[in-house]
């Protein structure tokens, strides 16, 4: 095997010294403690009456409230398509500002065809990346769950992932995946006690962990060498002559 002579001495020439930051114990301690109840929304993907997403999440909401959090739930009735209207309509709005609102968000959809609902994914995709200097998704906690109507499955919980890493959230490990939930929920809407339940008491119970933990670090938790370097103002000026906006 051929290994390099250790330690290497021969630099980082392609690295600007002056956005590389060292990551250190001291940079992630949490300057001011915050002391408010952790803040999350919750997000359900069906406009069914009798909807199993919306039952899984209340019963999030419950117990995350019984650990000390306050939660809100985002109704996505009358919310739009993406791109039907522009982005100061009510409904997005209300969206928007929850989530920045929030400190962690759990995501529940339904399984269908395969994937989660349109209902849900139009609630994600009128969440933008950035919004002038606030960003409404980054460095929260995130928490996915799913329900279907037939075998357990992971497909919607795993597309959700992948849209929580796109919107660059902290993705806890655990989830929950709910099959054939006629089954698992009584008249009233309550889930019933079982493994399934207990697994959604595991979920919100390490989303609380993860989001004490981080919630005062996201910040910086989040920050990137790359966008360091590309807020800087002399690379802000090169793209702009790059692209014609000004001269050389």
């Known amino acids: 095997m051929d290994k390099p002579r250790q330690p290497f001495t021969d630099g980082l020439?392609?690295?600007?010294?002056?956005?590389f930051v060292v990551p250190t114990r001291a940079r992630l301690e949490a300057v001011k403690p915050l002391t408010h109840a952790p803040r999350f929304l919750i997000l359900y993907g069906s406009l069914r009456e009798r909807s199993f997403s919306r039952f899984l999440a209340y019963e999030a909401a419950?117990?995350?409230e019984a650990m000390g959090g306050e939660v809100r739930i985002y109704d996505a009735h009358g919310l739009p398509l993406p791109d039907d209207t522009t982005a100061d309509h009510p409904k997005v709005q209300e969206l928007r500002d929850l989530s920045i609102w929030s400190?962690?968000?759990?995501w529940v959809s339904p399984e269908r065809h395969g994937t989660l609902t349109g209902v849900m994914?139009?609630?994600?995709?009128?969440?933008p990346l950035s919004e002038g200097s606030v960003r409404p998704t980054q460095g929260r906690t995130l928490a996915v769950m799913q329900v279907s109507g037939g075998s357990q499955s992971f497909n919607?919980?795993?597309?959700l992932r992948i849209l929580g890493r796109w919107m660059r959230m902290i993705t806890i490990p655990n989830q929950s995946s709910v099959p054939m939930a006629y089954k698992e929920?009584?008249?009233?809407?309550r889930m019933?006690?079982?493994?399934?339940y207990e697994r959604v008491v595991d979920v919100c119970e390490e989303l609380m962990k993860f989001t004490l933990l981080t919630r005062e670090r996201a910040d910086d938790l989040v920050d990137r060498y790359s966008e360091r370097k590309e807020r800087a103002p002399e690379r802000l000026n090169a793209v702009a002559a790059d692209i014609g906006f000004v001269k050389r």
């Open 13 to 19: 020439p392609n690295l600007s010294a002056a956005h």
């Open 62 to 64: 419950r117990l995350l």
């Open 103 to 106: 400190e962690g968000q759990v």
């Open 121 to 127: 994914k139009s609630q994600i995709d009128w969440l």
């Open 156 to 159: 919607a919980v795993n597309s």
């Open 185 to 189: 929920f009584d008249e009233a809407g």
């Open 192 to 196: 019933k006690p079982g493994p399934l």
